[in-house]
C-alpha cells in the first residue's frame, strides 16, 4: 500500500487485477489453497456412483471452505429433498449457512444448488406490509418468489471442483481490491464489475450450460 494515504497506488491496482487474471489462467494445482483445502475421503468418495473423473477431482483437489464464511464444504452420501429431483440419488458437497445445499446427481455428475426452504410469508407478512417495493423488486426477479427452483452450477462435477477454487481464489482477490482501492474511483469499480464478468465469460468457455440465464455462476456474480 502506499504510504501517502491508506489507498492503493495506480500500480497495486494493476498488479492485483493481473493477480485475478492469473486465476483464471493458471493450472488448478497452482491455485488450490491447502489451508483452505477439504479433501474428501477416498474410500467413500469410491463408493459414491459418479463418473470416474469426478472421483478424481474430489480426491485430488478437494473444495475449498469459504474464506468468506458463507459456506462449509460438507460431503454427504445421500441428501433428501421432498420436491426436487424424484427418483434421482444426490450427494453432498457444500452447505450454505442459509441452509442452501450444492449437490451432484448420482449417474450424471451434473452439479445443483438446492435453494433453502422458502420462508413462511404469513408469519413475515407485516415486514412484506412494510416493504412493499422489496417484494416486488423479488416478484420482479422471480415470479414464484419465495420459492426458488434448484439451479445448475456445472455439468459435472469435475467442472465445479474447477470453477469453485478459481471463483474463491477470484474472491478474495476482489475483496482486496475493494479494502484497498478508492471506493470513489469509478474505474476501479468497472474493473471489478469487468472481472465478475471475465469469470462468467471463463465459466462459458469450459462449461457453456453454466452460464446460461438461470444457471447459478451468473447469479452469484450478479449478487457479489
Not at 30 to 38: E, F, N, S, T, Y
Not at 149 to 165: G, K, R
Not at 187 to 210: G, M, N, Y
Request: some cysteine.
Amino acid at each position: 500500500m502506499s504510504e501517502s494515504n491508506d489507498f492503493m497506488t495506480s500500480a497495486e491496482v494493476a498488479a492485483t487485477l493481473k493477480e485475478f487474471d492469473r486465476v483464471l489462467a493458471a493450472r488448478l494445482d497452482d491455485i488450490v489453497a491447502p489451508q483452505q483445502q477439504a479433501l474428501a475421503d477416498p474410500a467413500r468418495i469410491g463408493r459414491w456412483r459418479l463418473p470416474e473423473a469426478d472421483r478424481d477431482a474430489l480426491v485430488r483437489w478437494g473444495l475449498p471452505n469459504s474464506s468468506g464464511g458463507l459456506f462449509d464444504v460438507d460431503f454427504q452420501d445421500a441428501v433428501r429433498t421432498e420436491t426436487e429431483f424424484p427418483g434421482e440419488h444426490l450427494y453432498g458437497l457444500v452447505k450454505y449457512h442459509s441452509d442452501a445445499r450444492v449437490v451432484a446427481v448420482a449417474g450424471t455428475g451434473a452439479v445443483y444448488m438446492l435453494p433453502p426452504p422458502p420462508m413462511d410469508m404469513e408469519e413475515t407478512a407485516e415486514f412484506w406490509s412494510r416493504n412493499p417495493a422489496l417484494l416486488a423488486a423479488h416478484r420482479k426477479k422471480n415470479p414464484e418468489f419465495p420459492y426458488q427452483s434448484p439451479s445448475l452450477f456445472n455439468s459435472s462435477v469435475s467442472l465445479f471442483v474447477d470453477a469453485y477454487w478459481r471463483y474463491e481464489r477470484a474472491s478474495q482477490v476482489l475483496r482486496k481490491l475493494i479494502l484497498g482501492a478508492d471506493p470513489f474511483d469509478a474505474a476501479c469499480v468497472e474493473d471489478i464489475a469487468d472481472r465478475l464478468d471475465a469469470f462468467v465469460e471463463w465459466v462459458r468457455s469450459v462449461d457453456p450450460p453454466a452460464a446460461e440465464d438461470g444457471a447459478q455462476w451468473p447469479e452469484i456474480t450478479e449478487d457479489w
